[in-house]
């Protein structure tokens, strides 16, 4: 069994259609898990769920990013900062304007609904019996800190307090690793449509999973992001200028 795991799209369209063409080229993809941070804060929102909606045994779990555009969450800065340094207003507005864009066009094609229904965690037991668990941020988590090679592995292992589960896998930093803490292997997925520098490359894992064991291989695929700074552009996004700036890797 070889199941696609993905992370951290955030409307990236573009490099969602990178990382499929190249897990195409795989072949035998028998299932795609993708945890969380779909929609926001890119360009085509709408074109990133149509397009997970036709791919085989499909699971999904919900981002922070995705809890922001169905509840009205929002990440800092709150009022009450923006009230003791308005300084900060420029980022609450661009902030709440690029959620509100997000939400209308969602809702517009009937998807709203769907993002609200997603669960916190995927849980599975693979093929030799290891229990799998996929969560945003951490377990019980799809916000915080998450997981990061910053950490200390006790530090990680204490985010992994009866998880109960032998494979973990993340995403939310953006930053892909894999460690094996207290006999828990955790690894961190990247990210498909916002990589950080210095490889901006879209990030994915590749799980091979049989009776006699499971594997995990780190993928990189290079995209046009010219193509979706051009949309960002085009749609008049509110939020293009920090987008286009992580998509330049500045």
């Known amino acids: 069994m070889r199941i696609a ?38 360009h085509d ?9 036709q791919l085989p045994n499909l699971r999904c779990t919900r981002g922070n ?3 922001y555009v169905v509840t009205g969450d929002r990440p800092p800065p709150t009022r009450e900062q923006v009230q003791e340094d308005i ?3 420029p980022i609450f507005k661009e902030v709440a304007e690029t959620f509100a864009w997000t939400q209308g066009a969602i809702t517009a094609k009937g998807w709203l609904e769907w993002l609200t229904n997603l669960p916190l965690e995927l849980r599975e037991e693979l093929p030799d019996g290891t ?22 592995p006790d530090e990680i ?11 973990v896998c993340v995403g939310h930093t953006h930053r892909p690793m894999q ?41 990189r695929v290079d995209y046009p992001r010219q193509e979706a700074i051009a949309a960002l552009k085009e749609r008049r996004h509110p939020g293009a200028s920090f987008i286009i700036k992580h998509l330049q890797g500045s």
Do not use: M
């Open 87 to 89: 300084a900060l207003l």
């Open 131 to 152: 229990r799998f668990l996929g969560v945003h941020a951490a377990p019980g988590k799809d916000d915080g800190t998450g997981i990061h090679d910053d950490l200390s």
């Open 179 to 219: 460690i094996v803490v207290q006999g828990k292997h955790v690894v961190n997925l990247g990210s498909v449509g916002l990589a950080l520098p210095p490889d901006v490359r879209a990030s994915y894992v590749l799980l091979s999973a049989e009776a006699s064991g499971y594997s995990i291989e780190h993928k």
């Open 65 to 67: 990013t995705d809890r």
């Open 5 to 42: 795991l993905l992370s951290d799209i955030h409307g990236n369209s573009v490099a969602l259609d990178a990382v499929l063409a190249a897990l195409r080229e795989e072949g035998g993809i028998d299932a795609y898990w993708v945890l969380g941070d779909l929609v926001a804060l890119g």
């Open 157 to 167: 292992g204490a985010l992994l307090i009866e998880c109960q589960a032998e494979l």
């Open 45 to 53: 929102p709408v074109g990133v769920l149509e397009r997970l909606s």
